[in-house]
């Protein structure tokens, strides 16, 4: 079963990634992804993330259940955080670990697809030269790649 955490802390890859293997044998891949807020070329200043409690965990833990139904994996961690984030800080965690690393490779690619397109979150820039800007919507091409699993 996947461990899913929403929140506003920062978070520690390491801790998460050692977490899922430490005293695993059976653990053959670990893939580790750390979605980080980019500064646009200078432009912005924070990004504003927010959720629904309780419905985006769950959200999030069905996709999983369906990424552990798809690939044999061993263990899947997903941390999204909300609240302010600023250039520079971590947004997203996904590891996945199987026994080998094309199903770990899959699946995580599966979940990122899904946490860019679907995952229940609101995303709102703050820009550096005016006014907050508008909810970010999913890129055309995020949904293209995410397309690929249906």
């Not at 461990?3 to 059976?26: K, P, Y």
């Not at 996904?94 to 699946?107: G, M």
């Amino acid at each position: 079963m996947a461990s899913i955490a929403v929140q506003r802390e920062a978070f520690d890859a390491a801790a998460a990634t050692a977490a899922l293997t430490d005293g695993r044998t059976d653990v053959g891949a670990v893939v580790t992804f750390t979605g980080l807020c980019r500064d646009e070329a200078g432009t912005l200043d924070a990004l504003e993330i927010e959720h629904y409690p309780g419905m985006a965990e769950a959200e999030i833990a069905r996709v999983a259940a369906d990424a552990e139904a798809r690939w044999p994996l061993l263990g899947v961690q997903i941390i999204h955080r909300y609240g302010t984030i600023l250039p520079g800080e971590q947004i997203v965690l996904v590891v996945t670990a199987s026994a080998h690393r094309d199903a770990a490779f899959a699946a995580a690619d599966f979940l990122m697809d899904y946490m860019k397109t679907r995952a229940p979150f609101w995303k709102r820039e703050h820009r550096r030269d005016g006014p907050t800007g508008d909810w970010v919507e999913a890129k055309d091409k995020d949904a293209a790649a995410a397309a690929r699993w249906l």
